[in-house]
């Protein structure tokens, strides 16, 4: 199989059946075809259709998703080297020991093996509505071929649109779970802007800043795609319940875990590279030293994505880890459109931001500089605004009557002196409101 664009996946590992070998016997209880031959799958071999409409490739992969944790490289790696078929058959008949596996961990796969049934979880899927998406599918986002052979054997996909469409033009924005309302707010406010934009958000369903981004996106009837460590049936933390499920009728929810599967803190923070791969960046909204979130902006740096933080106090714990991840090089954004101007097309450029122009500022060089020499109070006579401004007194009194035309200055006695106008005019350039 090729990936979209016609390209083959790192390693070809889509081969659907072993080198000469005929699909002779279904393995029990899987579904997977067993082979004559144990040598490795070939580079691009056709893939053999079940009477359900599936192949061997599909139900290996997602037998594999089922035995082997996600995120695991070994596993990767034998996938690459053997096939998804192959290494199926061999975890399941238990006849061809794999290389480099102890005794310990052997047991630990042959015996989530001897359980794992592909057909069952691919038909509780159907039933959840949720599709199985592999790698040399249409729908596969081919930059998730970035994480070599940490890629997901699949992702289970709840909700309708299209995932690689989808993701081709998604951000992620992330952060942590115990955010403070300035959090929750930033995260919010530059959901509902990337979405008015076109972007796709994506983030973990978790609480805080995820759950924010999400809410934001749906709030300016977006798009969002939530990435979750669990069985994508099974919407966790179950306080989001009702979120997840709103994000998989309005956008997507995906996952490498199969129907039912549960969450665990290593599953967390495997998950995390899924997001930095399918994202053109990262956004963290805030994160202290230790939070995942950090872990997602340094897979997005590994894989040569753009990695933004958003500031927050220096006095918060909450924006410290933030504020370390910007001293290390990643970019500062304070909304949207500074967003897409890192991770959109050339020519996608933020607004210049510019500090109001005062009337003062409107003047000539010569006419500011005699207009700054005059006293706060009192007034002052032309020859001492003339030694002040540093020109002539004949200049200095041309621009004195320049200036009160302009209603800046105004006579007084033999002297000059500033009106109320410029008086207001100065405190606003010194206070830059």
């Given amino acids: 199989m090729t990936a979209p664009g016609g390209t083959a996946p790192p390693g070809a590992d889509d081969a659907c059946t072993a080198a000469g070998a005929s699909a002779a016997a279904l393995l029990a209880g899987t579904g997977v075809r067993a082979t004559a031959a144990d040598g490795p799958a070939p580079a691009d071999g056709p893939g053999s259709r079940g009477p359900d409409g599936g192949d061997d490739e599909r139900l290996a992969r997602a ?42 961990r052997w047991a630990g796969l042959r015996a989530r093996a001897a359980r794992a ?55 992620a924005l992330v952060g ?46 977006g798009a969002t795609v939530a990435v979750l460590a669990c069985g994508v ?18 956008g997507l929810v995906i996952g490498e875990l199969p129907p039912g599967d549960h969450p665990t803190p290593s599953r967390f923070l495997v998950r995390n ?23 997602t902006a340094r897979a997005a740096q590994r894989l040569g994505r753009h990695t933004m933080g958003v500031p927050g106090p220096a006095t918060s714990a909450l924006s410290a880890g933030v504020h370390h991840l910007l ?40 006419a500011r500089q005699v207009l700054a020499a005059l006293p706060g109070h009192g007034t002052a006579p032309a020859d001492a605004v003339a030694r002040e401004a540093r020109t002539t007194e004949d200049d200095a009194i041309a621009r004195l009557y320049e200036l009160r035309a302009l209603g800046y200055v105004e006579r007084q006695g033999g002297g000059w002196r500033l009106t109320r106008q410029a008086v207001i005019s100065a405190r606003a350039d010194r206070t830059g409101c």
Avoid at 74 to 102: C, D, I, K
Avoid at 118 to 138: H, I, K, M, Q, W
Avoid at 191 to 203: D, I, M
Avoid at 276 to 295: C, K, M, N, P, Q
């Fill in 63 to 104: 037998f594999l998703s089922r035995v082997v944790e996600p995120g695991d490289e070994t596993a990767g790696r034998w996938v690459r080297e053997l096939g998804a078929v192959e290494l199926a058959r061999r975890l399941r008949t238990g006849t061809h020991r794999l290389p480099g596996v102890s005794d310990k």
């Fill in 117 to 171: 049934d592909p057909r069952r979880d691919l038909a509780a899927a159907r039933e959840a509505g949720v599709r199985f998406v592999c790698p040399g599918d249409t729908e596969w986002p081919a930059q998730l071929d970035d994480l070599g052979d940490a890629r997901p054997t699949g992702l289970w996909v709840r909700g309708r649109p299209h995932l690689r469409m989808w993701a081709l033009r998604s951000v």
């Fill in 273 to 295: 590279r899924v997001i930095a791969a399918l994202t053109r960046g990262t956004v963290v909204v805030e994160a202290a030293h230790r939070s995942g979130s950090l872990v």
């Fill in 233 to 250: 049936d099974r919407p966790y933390p179950r306080g989001h319940t009702e979120l997840i499920d709103r994000v998989a009728r309005q």
């Fill in 327 to 366: 001293r290390e090089g990643a970019e500062l954004v304070t909304d949207a459109a500074e967003i897409v101007e890192l991770v959109g097309a050339i020519g996608e450029l933020a607004p210049d931001r510019r500090g109001p122009v005062l009337p003062r500022d409107l003047l000539d060089p010569d």
């Fill in 176 to 221: 942590a779970r115990a955010c403070t309302e300035y959090g929750a707010h930033m995260a919010t406010t530059l959901a509902a802007g990337l979405a008015e934009r076109g972007w796709v958000v994506v983030s973990g369903g978790a609480y805080g800043i995820d759950g924010a981004a999400h809410r934001g996106t749906l709030a300016g009837s």
